[in-house]
């Protein structure tokens, strides 16, 4: 018997980090949510326009090998509409669950390379929320306009083949 792929099923997605960032290498990460969260996910869909992840690093007494962790920064899940007193903070930094070896590799890429890491998407795999996340370079001013370019170069394109073919068929 062959594996299925797995379903995912998209809660929310990033539009602007194309428009905005040359995106390089994705990963998929895990998220921990608190319960009034991901209700809160089920019933509406988060915001990730503003998402990037931080790597902090955390020195531990006594051992010489830093410990590092990554944060998904500006995630807006918005308060639970049946929660209480403790519901959560919409903007709160919340943990990523990532690989060691994945979190040294960003690290590095941030320190290193001066890329920032943007949140792409949101989405369920069996059941569980994953965020896409992309190690990106910013574009510039004259990088948007090219693009916005091509897109609108390709789309009369597409619209003459359309014409075309309405044409050739009669």
């Known amino acids: 018997m062959s594996e299925k792929p797995e379903a995912q ?21 895990g ?3 608190s319960g009034t969260e991901i209700k809160s996910i089920r ?3 988060p915001n990730l326009k503003d998402a990037f992840v931080d790597v ?7 051992n010489q ?3 590092l962790e990554a944060w998904i920064v ?3 899940i918005g308060p639970y509409s049946h929660g209480n007193i403790w519901n959560h903070d919409a903007r709160r930094r919340r943990k990523l669950l990532l ?5 040294r590799r960003l690290h590095e890429a941030l320190t290193q390379e001066g890329r920032t890491i943007v949140a792409t998407r949101m989405y ?9 996340i992309a190690l990106a370079k910013g574009k510039k001013k004259g990088d948007k306009r090219q693009d916005q370019k091509k897109r609108s170069q390709d789309r009369e394109i597409d619209q003459a083949m359309k014409k075309y073919r309405k044409s050739d068929e009669h």
């Open 9 to 29: 099923k998209l809660i929310a997605s990033n539009p602007s980090a194309r428009a905005d960032y040359f995106l390089d290498e994705t990963v998929e990460a």
């Open 31 to 33: 998220i921990m949510l």
């Open 43 to 45: 019933n509406s869909a």
């Open 56 to 62: 902090s690093v955390k020195r531990r007494s006594g």
């Open 65 to 67: 090998n830093p410990m």
């Open 74 to 76: 500006n995630l807006h």
């Open 99 to 103: 690989h060691l070896h994945q979190i």
């Open 124 to 132: 369920y795999v069996k059941g569980r929320v994953k965020v896409e």
